[in-house]
Structure formats: C-alpha cells, structure tokens
C-alpha cells in the first residue's frame, strides 16, 4: 500500500509540475497577439500605413474618403485577423475572390501590402512566432487577391 500511495504522489506531483506547459502550449494565436483590443490597434496603425502608400491606396480610396465605410472596413480586417488567430470573432464580409474581384490586383501590390501589415505588427513589438503564424493564417488568401 505504501507504494501505492508514493506513485499517486509522484504522479500528482508530475502533474501539477507539467500542467503549467500545457496550458501555455494551448495558448491560441489570438492571445498571444493580446486579444481583440491588440488586433484593433494593429488594424488601426496598418489601415494609416496603407492610407500613406502610394502604391497601393487607391485601391482603399473610397473606404478611407467615407467614415463609415472606413469603420466598417477596420471592423471586417479585426474580424478577420481575430477568427483567423483562433480568436471568438466571426468574419461577416465577402470571401476574399469575391472582394477582389475586377481589382487587378498584382504580385508585388499584395507584398505591399503584407509589407504594411509586417510594419504595423513590428510597431507593436509582435513577436517572430506570432507574426509567422498570423501571415501563414493569411497567405493563402494571396491566390484569391492577386488576378494579375
């Protein structure tokens, strides 16, 4: 019986050591970029960045001219990144083929683009990791942008 009992303790004990990993490792992308309040600044600081890019803001002139649509824009962009980063929001705007549609969106457009948002999260001080895994969310979405 003493074994018994010194086993349950050792195994309590590697338990209560090892759960503290655990939990960090089920940390989801979206609290590690600190949650919707850090998606929205971000938003916030890559939707000025593109604003101030001439090679790609005309695409955003409209949106950016009218303040509600500038507004509902951002609100789709922190939806997007936060469901993407494994976050409770859910993205209610057009898919991305569909969005882009007719745009002629090139190659070296879209890696502006990325280039601002790359831009914004080091204002942020986001880490490598996290801004490898938020690009590698949203890089896929590249084929459905680019049409040229």
């Not at 209560?16 to 609290?31: I, N, R």
């Not at 007719?102 to 001080?125: E, N, R, S, W």
Request: charged share 25%; net charge positive; with cysteine.
């Amino acid at each position: 019986m003493k074994k018994i009992r010194n086993w349950t303790g050792l195994i309590a004990l590697a338990v209560c050591t090892l759960m503290p990993v655990a939990q960090a490792k089920e940390k989801t992308l979206y609290d590690r970029l600190g949650g919707k309040k850090a998606i929205t600044a971000v938003v916030d600081e890559f939707v000025g960045r593109v604003a101030a890019d001439t090679r790609i803001n005309s695409f955003f002139a409209a949106a950016a001219a009218d303040p509600q649509r500038l507004a509902s824009f951002k609100m789709k962009l922190v939806n997007q990144i936060c469901q993407a980063s494994g976050g409770p929001c859910k993205y209610m705007g057009k898919d991305m083929k569909t969005a882009h549609m007719g745009m002629g969106i090139t190659g070296p457009q879209f890696d502006a683009l990325v280039g601002d948002l790359v831009d914004a999260l080091d204002k942020f001080k986001v880490g490598e990791k996290e801004k490898g895994e938020l690009l590698g969310a949203l890089g896929p979405m590249k084929s459905d942008i680019v049409e040229k």
